[in-house]
Antibody
Framework: EVQLVESGGDLVMPGGSLRLSCAGS????????MSWVRQAPGKGLEWVGR??????????DYAAPVKGRFSISRDDSENTLYLQMNSLKIEDTAVYYC????????WGQGTMVTVSS | QSVLTQPPSASGTPGQRVTISCSGS????????VYWHQQLPGTAPKVLIY???QRPSGVPDRFSGSKSGTSASLAISGLRSEDEADYYC???????????FGTGTKVTVL
């Protein structure tokens, strides 16, 4: 079964850091372009960033609101995608989804990040 | 912020056809593929339409996508109660070097 499973969501104070993980299975993870997408409570979807597969160059792109604070990486030997989030703000509170493919073919179930004092 | 504009809501009775529009620009819809996603209440999104208006296996042919210039549309024919959900369009934006999502449309089956 093709599957993505996120983990690592938590309650964190403003200015804090958190690392999310996304484990893939049932497909060739190393060939997949992977993205992070978030959804604030009661709001729409917002793209966070993407990392291409290594065969495609491994390029990483970020959305403007997170550039310089968030970092995406991947460990193809572990079939895992990561999102390192630093200098967290209240407005980063959201469910964070990982998704594979250039059209978000497969989505994980999401993990909740709450930034609050 | 969303750069793809969708109507906030759409509705229809069972069996009717509903169309959702997605308006963008030359840097996104005008030059790249459009993807449509369905988000049922309390669940993760799921892709409905991808790569040149194709449907993944398991998505009924009641769902179809089209594109003209800088706008795209999702049509749902033979509307069913289980189609009640939020629908989002998405596309790569060459100017922003990132993906952009639509504002989302809530479909209600009357």
């Amino acid at each position: 079964e093709v599957q993505l499973v996120e983990s690592g969501g938590d309650l964190v104070m403003p200015g804090g850091s958190l690392r999310l993980s996304c484990a893939g299975s049932g497909f060739i993870f190393s060939n997949a372009w992977m993205s992070w997408v978030r959804q604030a409570p009661g709001k729409g979807l917002e793209w966070v960033g993407r990392i291409k597969s290594k065969p495609a160059g491994g390029t990483i792109d970020y959305a403007a609101p997170v550039k310089g604070r968030f970092s995406i990486s991947r460990d193809d030997s572990e079939n895992t995608l990561y999102l390192q989030m630093n200098s967290l703000k209240i407005e980063d509170t959201a469910v964070y989804y990982c998704a594979s493919g250039d059209g978000f073919d497969i989505w994980g179930q999401g993990t909740m990040v709450t930034v609050s004092s | 912020q969303s750069v793809l504009t969708q109507p906030p809501s759409a509705s229809g009775t069972p069996g009717q056809r509903v169309t959702i529009s997605c308006s963008g620009s030359s840097s996104n819809i005008g030059s790249n593929d459009v993807y449509w996603h369905q988000q049922l209440p309390g669940t993760a999104p799921k892709v409905l339409i991808y790569r040149k208006n194709q449907r993944p296996s398991g998505v009924p042919d009641r769902f179809s996508g089209s594109k003209s210039g800088t706008s795209a549309s999702l049509a749902i024919s033979g509307l069913r109660s289980e189609d009640e959900a939020d629908y989002y369009c998405a596309a790569w934006d060459d100017s922003l070097s990132g993906y952009v999502f639509g504002t989302g449309t809530k479909v209600t089956v009357l």
